[in-house]
């Protein structure tokens, strides 16, 4: 008949004793902390050396340490997709009119603050509606000595580059001729992801 080991209970965490560092071992973890190149900016306080008790059986109860608030930074959102430019082939079935324009919208004679609400609320029902191509209209600008020319021609392409549009738009170019030229934009709406 085999015999069992006699068991050996557990003692609980307050009552088990950590073995301290010698002095050469202290020395060694000295020597090889100052030669690591810390991950922090900021240092950790220093621990006092710890005293290694001779006899007692029983550890002093820990006390509790001061729970500073930790701060979370918040999952950061994953960045638009950079805009990507239509295809050559796209393209040329946009101006031919073999693809098909989904929707138009016209920003002549607004403002530009009424004009960015309006192209993104419209390309956000695109996006939503599943359309692929989408004409704005910006128009070519007034012609004169006092107004600025083009302001929503410039504006435009540089609107649909920020993230809030990124979001809503794979890629955009000039539109042909036939549609308007260089005072419209064929726009490709980002299919959504449900």
Same mark, same amino acid.
């Given at each position: ?30 020597? =090889?902390?100052?030669? =690591? ?29 001061? %729970?500073?608030?930790?701060?979370? %930074? ?20 946009? %101006? ?14 607004? !403002?530009? !603050? ?11 029902? #695109?996006?939503?509606?599943?359309? !692929?191509?989408?004409?704005?209209? !910006? ?20 609107? &649909?580059? &920020? ?5 809503? =738009? ?16 064929? =726009?490709?709406?980002?299919? #959504?992801?449900?």
């Amino acid at each position: 008949m085999k015999r069992r080991p006699p068991e050996i209970p557990d003692l609980p965490a307050g009552l088990r004793r950590r073995r301290g560092l010698s002095d050469e071992e202290r020395r060694l973890w000295e020597s =090889v902390a100052k030669q =690591v190149k810390p991950l922090r900016k900021s240092p950790r306080l220093a621990r006092p050396h710890a005293v290694e008790a001779e006899s007692p059986a029983v550890a002093p109860a820990a006390s509790p340490r001061p %729970s500073s608030p930790v701060k979370i %930074s918040p999952p950061q959102k994953p960045q638009a997709p950079p805009l990507a430019p239509i295809g050559r082939r796209e393209r040329a079935k946009l %101006s031919r009119g073999k693809q098909e324009i989904d929707a138009r919208i016209d920003l002549h004679g607004m !403002t530009q !603050t009424r004009a960015h609400r309006a192209l993104l609320g419209f390309l956000q029902h #695109a996006h939503h509606e599943g359309f !692929t191509f989408v004409l704005v209209i !910006t128009g070519k600008g007034k012609i004169g000595v006092e107004s600025e020319r083009g302001v929503l021609r410039r504006q435009v392409p540089q609107w &649909l580059a &920020l993230p809030e549009f990124r979001a809503l =738009v794979v890629g955009f170019e000039e539109a042909h001729i036939g549609h308007g030229g260089e005072g419209a934009l064929y =726009v490709r709406v980002r299919r #959504a992801r449900y």
